[in-house]
């Protein structure tokens, strides 16, 4: 069997590495975009392809022509690389609000476009949005502008979901509430041991690219915590 091969940003920590090392044990071909690319614990033998990818900078048309170049084939993108600005819809000044929707939302949206011919090709591609629970609900004020980013990542997955369903596409929007990463740690006193481990998202992952296309799954939300409807 072919291996599979896909695309994840945000590779070198937290949640966008867990799911790199797992599909890497499940056998996937992998290109990882980091900032500073550096081949991880997992990857002894250098297996994985690296790309220097930061989402505000750009450069997906290459990052995609390097990958198809290294393995012939693009059968999936995951998109992990976010950022969270912990601001109010109104302290939060246009830069921040346009930082979010750029690497939140653009910058996934341009990885899917550069890669979506090869995706088509693969006839059962698949996306992966790495979203937030920010994006169903505004918990806070404090997160209301990131909620509006991450409101739109999931609006994107759902896009994504439409134009791609006739060519066997299939788009899911993860959306969990605290990850034990470094990102959740900087911005809430909730207990890390009580968060969500970052390989359960992973697994929530490869599950959700396993899926067969008759079994889409448009939205997969996770949460640590009790709330009302998660």
Not at 21 to 39: D, F, I, Q
Not at 43 to 49: L, N, P, S, V
Not at 133 to 154: E, I, P, T
Request: charge should be neutral; charged fraction near 25%; hydrophobic fraction near 45%.
């Amino acid at each position: 069997m072919t291996k599979r091969t896909a695309l994840v940003t945000g590779a070198s920590r937290g949640i966008g590495a867990a799911i790199a090392a797992r599909l890497h044990v499940s056998g996937w071909n992998l290109s990882l975009g980091m900032r500073k690319p550096k081949h991880p614990v997992f990857d002894e033998g250098g297996a994985c392809h690296l790309f220097p990818y930061d989402a505000e900078a750009g450069g997906e048309d290459t990052w995609v022509v390097e990958a198809k170049r290294r393995f012939g084939r693009i059968d999936a993108v995951i998109a992990c690389a976010g950022i969270m600005i912990p601001r109010t819809i109104l302290s939060a000044d246009d830069e921040e609000i346009d930082r979010q929707m750029a690497v939140n939302v653009k910058a996934p949206r341009r990885l899917v476009r550069a890669a979506w011919s090869d995706l088509k090709q693969a006839r059962h591609g698949r996306v992966i949005i790495l979203a937030s629970l920010s994006g169903q609900r505004v918990k806070s004020a404090a997160s209301g502008a990131y909620s509006v980013s991450k409101f739109a990542a999931v609006a994107l997955s759902h896009a994504i979901r439409q134009e791609g369903w006739e060519h066997g596409i299939r788009a899911t929007a993860i959306c969990p509430s605290y990850v034990n990463t470094d990102m959740a740690r900087a911005i809430t006193d909730f207990d890390p041991d009580r968060m969500t481990d970052p390989d359960t998202i992973a697994q929530a992952a490869e599950l959700i690219l396993n899926f067969p296309d008759t079994a889409s799954v448009a939205e997969f939300n996770v949460n640590c915590m009790l709330e009302p409807s998660f």
